[in-house]
């Protein structure tokens, strides 16, 4: 089994970021990769090494938000994860706050079986295929749980629910 653990929408709160991963920790076993939807990357960047102390080999990739004005990480990517392509983006770029309908064709056009995005910073699940996974925002002490065994996904939204 392989396990991401999927973050958006940080805005700066890294203080929040180390205590709401410390509180997952707790009821999760290590993690394979940590994946960024954006706005916060240089908040995950900041993160890496107290990530790594607990999970010293798990991959960690992020996407730009529209709040991240750096130029070292691109808007959109497509990666391997489980034996699945996962589709990972902000979703500024697919106006997720009018709908899903340009993420959906993205994820499509690209073969994904799972689209990623942030951006609204309401967590949501789509059952369709690819599914679109987002994990609501960091930032609110909120995040997603991807567990792929055997080419199977499974999702868990996490909200801590104390903002």
């Known amino acids: 089994m392989q396990r991401a653990l999927i973050l958006s929408d940080i805005h700066g709160e890294e203080n929040g970021l180390r205590w709401m991963l410390e509180e997952v920790w707790k009821?999760?076993?290590?993690?394979?990769?940590?994946?960024?939807?954006?706005?916060?990357?240089?908040?995950?960047?900041?993160?890496?090494?107290?990530?790594?102390?607990?999970?010293?080999?798990?991959?960690?990739?992020a996407v730009r938000g529209n709040c991240d004005f750096v130029a070292d990480y691109p808007e959109r990517r497509v990666i391997p994860f489980g034996g699945l392509k996962l589709y990972m983006t902000h979703g500024h770029i697919h106006r997720v706050k009018s709908g899903l309908d340009y993420l959906y064709g993205a994820a499509r056009a690209e073969g994904a079986d799972i689209a990623l995005y942030g951006h609204t910073h309401r967590a949501n699940v789509e059952y369709t295929t690819p599914w679109l996974i987002n994990p609501g925002a960091a930032k609110d002490d909120c995040c997603a749980l991807l567990e792929i065994d055997g080419g199977k996904p499974h999702v868990k939204l996490i909200s801590l629910g104390f903002k």
Not at 47 to 60: L, Y
């Open 27 to 61: 009821t999760v076993g290590p993690i394979d990769a940590y994946l960024c939807l954006g706005d916060g990357v240089r908040d995950f960047d900041r993160a890496e090494s107290f990530i790594r102390r607990r999970d010293p080999h798990a991959a960690m990739i």
